[in-house]
């Protein structure tokens, strides 16, 4: 009952957001349904007529719609930047083979007696076409389009991954976040957004038959009305920050930049994984990333310093199961021998070769250890039990948890499974506590803040301070969760800013105020 | 008048009509007819260009129809087919418009002459003039197929096995309402089937094709009486006697009948089949009936015995 409340005040404490957000998101939806319409439903037409061309253009529009969106989204990263012209390009080739496919299916199905005879009474091809074939095919050319739409409505949750807007900013800042309104907040007016506009569809698509006539004509109009309530977010600005979702809810995110610094600076979300490319690109100026990225070296960013210490600590630990230790009491000083290992500059050499020399985890993680001499051949055997690794899915912790797994079936009679790709946080940790797995890399200013949460007054004192934080959240994850932080591996992994290191030194800003005093100037300017 | 010279068909390299020449004399039906595959729907179809003929020459009243843009050509030819080809999105009404909505006739007009050919087909016009296809059984659709070729009144009709979908018993009766419909009469008509019957209850000429070509065409009775081939003697062969009936008339065998007493009802005319008189002989269970011929004004009597004793004659002769 309480949770029910809390989202609702939720939705209501954030309804400007909500409200941005879902005009957006029927607005990418519907400006790519339109366009998909505009030139799908052409094609289909004219494939309808010539069956070898009709096999290879569904071809192409069914290898399209079995790229991964994500992946889909990436690759139209370099041709059209990163916002709304990629999100609705990607969107668009996804509803282009329902509407194609339909409209080919819905043509070819009308009855040749019923298109023969309409040729025998002397109607045009023309005629044919808009009186006959389209009005008898519409149905199922309809049921294609709504098809398109709650794909539509379903992929357009991962243009908040480009810079694009939309209902998946809430959604994956809320998986990030480990916080359930929020995911909720995005995913409930997504779920409905896609059940309305079916429905409003199939009411088009129930319509007699004879009707379709007047279909034909009402249905673009409302596509086009509803895709121009969405008008491009696109204004010019002089210095554009692109933080993840994960960053746009945190306190020592884009919250405690804005309280603390206040800093107030034109922002869009976008995911890390595209993040650091388009601050490379000049797409973005001003990136929320982490300070061991790999990326961070391969495009030349420099991280602008946090003189007011609003990042906290983030060291590196395996967070285990304490029934697992108990259970295989060799295991702990198998991890162990970790600690203390990798510093700052180290994690970044190894992630800049997985993230841009394009190296696999596996490879980096035994060069790694055979560089430290700490690799040993796997004892061999499962008998002394199965150990399950689980990762976030970023290089860092693919890396990590392969180190781990060398050491522990170097050290130990265990086996080792991994599960890696956890989306974010919230995923590691339920996987966590519901022993799905048994460990995995986490660090601690993400436990401290994102899982414990705990208030400003018990927050301000420990924030600064590395060890502070680590017996905070060793004692606190132990009491609540019976999950222990062991020794952190070395390495500082905290969120900063950053900015292309041509920019950074051409504008003079070194810190975060400097960034932030550069911004009040300019507005003062204007 | 409709006069085909040398037409032949090739899809990809196999002659579906090999060089097929017939003439249909104004308001003469011509039956084609034929098995399946042997072109006789290809013929059809080339003479209002749904397929374009690879050599040859059609005439229309006159008119070389390659001369004619296909859609022009098409509105001045009615079109029925085996699955009446009715849209099903339109009423009744809108599928019997459609040709004259193509011409541009005002509405009024239009709708004077659907309600007309619906009345002429026995179906009520409050009844049926909103109705969609779908509602309608197999025999009301190939009425509304028929109206609908006939809305504009064209003076040439094409009928692609115009009853082959139909049940035996709905395919009499809508022969028989065809036969009696009075705008018939005067059309110029080309019909494709594969039933014999039909084809003598109905056709003035036959052509018989097999194979893309003609074997014979004559009137029913030079084709039964007359096969000029082992294919036109084999092709009638396991319905003789009915055929045989069906193609003599009574005013064929006028001389051979006995006169009428006087003032006695005639219920039968002379330009009907032996067939149908002994039909309906059977059908009363009546020993004799009157036959009138209205060009000489003659009543006439037959029996069965007469009509065998005819019949037998004729075949001794033969």
Known sequence: ?526 | MIIAQNISKDFNGIQAVKDISFQVKEGQTLVLLGTSGCGKTTTLKILNRLIEPSSGAVRINGEDIFSLKPEMLRRSIGYVSQNSGLFPHYTVAENIAIVPKLLGWDQKKIRQRSEDLLRQLKLSVTEYAGKYPDELSGGEKQRVALARALASDPPVLLMDEPFGALDPITRAAVQKEFLELPELKSKTIVLVTHDVQEAFALGDQICLMDKGGIMQTGTPKELIFGPENEFSRNFFSHQRLQLELSALKFKDIWKELPDAKRGSEASLESAQSLWEGMELLAENNQEMLSVINADTDSVKEITIQTIQSVYLEIKRNR
Not at chain 1, 170 to 185: C, H, P, S
């Open chain 1, 1 to 526: 009952m309480s949770e029910q409340l809390n989202l609702w005040q939720f939705m209501l404490q954030q309804s400007d957001k909500l409200l941005d957000q879902t005009i957006a998101h029927i607005g990418l939806t519907c400006v790519s349904l339109v366009i998909a319409v505009a030139i799908g439903l052409p094609l289909g037409i004219w494939i309808a007529e010539r069956k070898r061309t009709a096999w290879v253009v569904l071809g192409i529009a069914g290898i399209l719609q079995t790229i991964p969106s994500i992946a889909l989204l990436g690759f139209m990263i370099p041709l059209l930047g990163i916002g709304a012209l990629p999100a609705i390009a990607a969107l668009f080739l996804y509803a282009l083979l329902p509407v194609i496919r339909n409209t080919y299916t819905g043509i070819t199905g009308v009855d040749p007696a019923v298109t023969e005879s309409a040729a025998a009474m002397g109607m045009s091809k023309w005629q044919i076409l808009l009186n006959v074939q389209l009005p008898l095919a519409m149905p199922v050319i309809l049921a294609g389009i709504r098809t398109a739409t709650v794909i539509n409505v379903g992929v357009a949750t991962l243009a908040a991954y480009i810079a694009a807007g939309g209902l998946g900013e809430f959604i994956f800042g809320g998986i990030a976040l480990n916080n359930t309104n929020m995911i909720l907040a995005g995913a409930i007016p997504a779920a409905l957004l896609a059940i309305l506009l079916d429905f409003l569809l199939s009411l088009f698509q129930k319509a007699r038959l004879k009707r379709m006539r007047k279909v034909a004509v009402i249905l673009p109009v409302l596509l086009i009305l509803f895709s121009s309530f969405y008008i491009i977010p696109y204004a010019k600005e002089k210095i554009l920050a692109g933080f993840t979702p994960e960053f746009m809810g945190r306190e020592d995110g884009s919250l405690g930049l804005k309280s603390k610094y206040k800093l107030n600076i034109p922002t869009v979300v976008i995911s890390d994984a595209v993040m650091y490319k388009a601050a490379f690109e000049r797409k973005l100026d001003v990136i929320s990333g982490y300070s061991t990225d790999g990326r961070l070296k391969a495009y030349d960013l420099v991280t602008l310093k946090d003189d007011k210490t609003i990042f906290p600590p983030y060291y590196a630990a395996p967070l285990v199961r304490q029934d697992v230790l108990a259970k295989y009491p060799q295991l702990q000083p198998a991890l162990d021998l970790l600690s203390g290992v990798i510093n700052d500059s180290v994690m970044t050499e190894l992630n800049y070769r997985v993230d841009y020399e394009k190296q696999l985890p596996e490879k980096v993680a035994l060069d790694f250890m055979l560089a430290k001499g700490l690799y040993k051949k796997p004892q061999s055997g499962s008998e002394g039990g199965v150990i399950r690794l689980g990762s976030k899915i970023f290089a860092e912790q693919y890396i990590l948890i392969n180190i781990y797994k060398m050491l522990i079936e170097g050290n130990t009679n265990l086996k080792v499974v991994t599960r890696t790709g956890l989306g974010g946080t919230k995923i590691c940790f339920d996987a966590l506590t519901n022993n799905e797995i048994d460990m995995y890399p986490e660090y601690t200013g993400t436990g401290l803040l994102v899982i414990l949460k705990p208030d400003k007054k018990t927050l301000d004192p420990i924030i600064a301070d590395r060890n502070k934080v680590f017996d905070f959240v060793r004692k606190k994850f132990s009491d609540q969760y019976q999950l222990s932080w062991l020794k952190p591996i070395g390495f500082n992994n905290a969120y900063a800013l950053m900015m292309r290191r041509a920019q950074a030194q051409s504008l003079n800003i070194k810190t975060i105020s400097d960034l932030k005093n550069y911004l009040s100037n300019e507005n003062h300017q204007h």
